[in-house]
Each structure stands twice: as C-alpha cells, then as structure tokens.
C-alpha cells in the first residue's frame, strides 16, 4: 500500500472531473484519477451539444422546458443556477478553443432537440462531446499542479471523525493507493455499465453511489434512469450507438414497420421512449425505423457526419433509406445527493457530474441540459472549495460568483 498526498483528489476524468480541475487555483495540488483511459468516459460520446440560455427573452421558455421534460420534480434554485451560468460556461469553453458552429456572420448557431420550444443548442458537428472534452484534457494536461492517473479506480473514501479525508484506489498492477486530500470529489460518471444494453461505456457502474451508500451519504431518486428512444438497433454486442434527439429536431421522423409515423417525434425523450416500445409490442418487432426522408442532404452530411457513417457501417444510407431504432439505457438522474454547490452530506466530500444529484433534471433530462449541468456544478464546487480553503463567509462565496458568472 502507498501513501500519497494532494490538497484535491478527483475521481473521473469527464466533463465535470477535468472542468472542477481547471477552475481550482493553481496553488493546489490536484491528483485525477481514470477507472481506464481517458478517452473511456460519456463526455467523449455526446453528440447533440449544449444548452445555452440565447438571451434574456429566452428564460422562462428554457426554464419552463426543463422542468416539463423533468415532469416538475427538478429542484427550481438548481434550474435557475444552470440556466443563468450557461452563457458564462460557453464563452469560457470558447475562450478555451472548443469550435462550436457559426453562422455565416460569426455568430454562434443553434440546433433544437426534443422537448425545446426553441433552438438554444451549441454543437460541433455530432461530436460536440468530443470536441469540448478533448479541449479541456488538452488544458489540463498543461498544468503542472495536475498528475493524471489512467487505468486507477476509486475503490473507497477515507473517513476521519466523520470528514472525508481522501480516497482508497486501486492501479492496473494492483496496488492499492491511500490518497489523503483535503478535498474529494466524486465524478464518476452514470450507471450505464450495469445494464445490458446501453449508450454508456460499460465501465462506468455508478461506483462512486455504491461508496456513498456504504458510508451513509445521501443518495437522491435511485430509480430516475432514463431510456434514450432512438438507438441504432444491431445485433452486434457491446455499447448501443445513439442516435442524436437532434436529427429528429432537424426533421427526422419514426415509423412502424407499415412505414406510418406514430408519435410526436419532438416531445420529451421518456413519452417518445414509452412511444416506440408500445409500437414495438403492438407489431411484435424488436425495433422500429428512423427516416432521414425530409432531412436535407447537406444537413445530414454536415450536421450529422458520424451518424451517417455508422449507419452505412451497418448497412444503412441514411440518404435513402430509414435505420432501425430501439430504445437503450443513456442517462441517470439520480445519484449521490448534493447542494447548490455540489457538496455531499459528507463534510469534505463533492460529487459533480452525472452521479450526482443536483436535482436540475428532475424525474427526466431536457436533452442537452447535461453536459451543461456537469460544466455548472463543477465549478461551483471549485469554487466553493477555493473559498472554503480561504475561509470565506458562504454570502461572500455567493456574491464572488455571480459576479464571475452572470
Ligand atoms: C452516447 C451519448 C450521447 C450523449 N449526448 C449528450 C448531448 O448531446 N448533450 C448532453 O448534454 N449530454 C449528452 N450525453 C450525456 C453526457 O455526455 C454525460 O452526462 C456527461 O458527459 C457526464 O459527464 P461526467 O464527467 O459526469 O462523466 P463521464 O464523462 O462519463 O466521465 C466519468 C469518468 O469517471 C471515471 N470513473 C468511473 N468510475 C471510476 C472509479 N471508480 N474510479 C476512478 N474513475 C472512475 C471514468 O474513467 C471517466 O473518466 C450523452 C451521453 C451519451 C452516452
């Protein structure tokens, strides 16, 4: 066993882990850990983008459209916290490098998904995922207070007089690491990995739920799990390949096997979900079709480069004919419960990113509203940890970031 020691240790190097890591000072010492490499987390696969709020006007529609999907379970103050920071996120991820597509006059450009009233989605092609977290790992790996540690999982915390005192690991040869820090945080991604079929990569097991659990931290809405509707069906094992919501925001319809459409493609994903596998009981099939019919081509080559070519990878020209869909574990909106500043029940102890549970997606995710949240919540446990270190009133905390943010 080896003793290392860090001011901040980060389970999870996704959206949440690498973006709470760039907005510690550069003071603290910071160690990462990835369960295997890097490019092994869901940030990588998000293809649809980001949600932003476009400008004022655009507030109580976003705000109304996040608790709808959410079936009004979503926790109001974390709702407003994501949507008045998101402008704040994406300027920072611009000034970072991520391309998100523009207009012709430079401006940034929009896509819709289902369940928005509106288009407020910034993307890169269908890899924005991709894009935003190749970014910030480049960031990251740039700083000299942060050591990575690839293919180390996150096996327990350490506990002191109630206070969470770091993390237990273990590497790829076995070893087993005591890592004291002042600070833990937990970003460890959703649950994907424990079903059969998923969107998820199978090594993401909600490990960091099942180490709260058996230290008695709170957890929140184990059972909120969501079920992406349009998953490009394929007898081949392994993870499921999405299909993004936002071809069918562009125009993309679903149809039963007599080629007639059957829902309102744009309502939210668990109606639509519920949708098809009525249709799929009701046919006695094992899939129903997704159909590119009235997408424009140059849509389809420019907005969704990837999709396509997966989809002729399995036989499919989305250019000519439909692919068949069926729905697939994606999303988990439960997880380890937290504060407005994403702070567990645990003194010292942080969890960010899809295992947690902030409450902004309720009983349901508006699509594009994670990536978001994960980028939000991040920082403000960096945020809150920088000040706590500092000793700083929490009203102080509060007005420091807003002023940094809104
Ligand atoms: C196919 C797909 C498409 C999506 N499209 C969108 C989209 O368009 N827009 C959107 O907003 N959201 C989308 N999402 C959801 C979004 O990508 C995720 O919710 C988000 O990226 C989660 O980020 P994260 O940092 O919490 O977790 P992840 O990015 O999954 O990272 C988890 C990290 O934790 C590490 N880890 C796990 N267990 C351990 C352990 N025990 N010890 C150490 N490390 C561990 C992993 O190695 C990994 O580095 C999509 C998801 C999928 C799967």
């Known amino acids: 066993m080896k003793n290392l020691y860090y001011d901040v240790v980060i389970a999870g190097c996704g959206v949440a882990g690498l973006y709470a890591a760039?907005?510690?000072?550069?003071?603290?010492?910071?160690?990462?850990?990835?369960?295997?490499d890097l490019e092994s987390c869901d940030s990588m696969l998000a293809q649809g983008g980001i949600?932003?709020?476009?400008?004022?006007?655009?507030?109580?529609?976003?705000?109304?459209?996040?608790?709808?999907?959410g079936h009004y379970e979503n926790r109001k103050e974390s709702v407003d916290i994501m949507i008045r920071s998101s402008r704040d996120v994406i300027n920072d991820l611009l000034n970072f490098g991520v391309r998100f597509a523009k207009n012709p006059d430079g401006s940034l450009a929009y896509t819709r998904?289902?369940?928005?009233?509106?288009?407020?989605?910034?993307?890169?092609?269908?890899?924005?995922g991709k894009e935003i977290t190749t970014t910030l790992l480049s960031h990251v790996k740039k700083c000299s207070n942060v050591t990575i540690l690839e293919y180390t999982t996150m096996t327990d915390i350490l506990v002191d007089g109630g206070k969470c005192t770091g993390m237990a690991a273990e590497t790829k040869e076995g070893e087993t690491l005591h890592i004291h820090a002042d600070n833990t945080i937990m970003a460890t991604g959703g649950i994907g990995g424990l079903y059969e079929h998923?969107?998820?990569?199978?090594i993401l097991t909600g490990d960091a739920c099942r180490i709260a659990k058996e230290h008695g931290v709170e957890l929140e809405?184990?059972?909120?799990?969501?079920?992406?509707?349009?998953?490009?069906?394929?007898?081949?094992?392994?993870?499921?390949f999405l299909i993004s919501e936002s071809a069918r925001g562009e125009g993309a319809v679903l149809l039963n096997h007599k080629g007639e459409r059957f829902v309102n493609e744009l309502l939210p994903r668990d109606v639509v979900t519920k949708a098809i596998q009525e249709e799929m009981k009701k046919e006695g099939v094992e899939y129903e079709w997704i159909s590119f019919a009235h997408v424009p081509k140059e849509i389809i080559l420019k907005h969704f480069p990837h999709i396509y070519e997966k989809c002729l990878e399995e036989g499919y020209d989305l250019l000519k004919e439909p692919?068949?869909?069926?729905?697939?574990?994606?999303?988990?909106?439960?997880?380890?419960?937290?504060?407005r500043d994403s702070a567990t029940t645990m003194p010292n102890l942080y969890a960010v990113g899809e295992t947690s549970c902030n409450g902004v997606h309720g009983k349901n995710r508006l699509a594009s509203n994670s990536l978001l949240e994960s980028l939000v919540f991040a920082k403000r446990a960096a945020v809150k940890i920088q000040n706590e270190e500092k000793g700083n009133e929490d009203h102080e905390f509060e007005s420091n970031?807003?002023?940094a943010c809104c």
């Not at 998904?113 to 924005?128: K, L, M, V, W, Y």
């Not at 068949?324 to 419960?337: D, N, S």
């Open 51 to 69: 949600c932003v709020l476009r400008d004022e006007s655009d507030y109580d529609s976003y705000f109304e459209d996040t608790m709808r999907a």
């Open 22 to 36: 760039l907005n510690l000072p550069e003071e603290m010492n910071i160690l990462m850990l990835s369960k295997k």
């Open 221 to 240: 809405h184990m059972d909120y799990v969501q079920i992406h509707p349009t998953c490009l069906y394929s007898k081949k094992p392994g993870r499921s």
């Open 401 to 403: 970031y807003h002023a």
């Open 198 to 202: 998923s969107t998820n990569f199978p």
């Open 323 to 339: 692919a068949p869909i069926v729905p697939a574990q994606h999303y988990f909106m439960g997880g380890v419960h937290v504060n």
């Open 113 to 128: 998904e289902g369940a928005h009233s509106r288009p407020r989605i910034c993307f890169h092609e269908d890899i924005t």
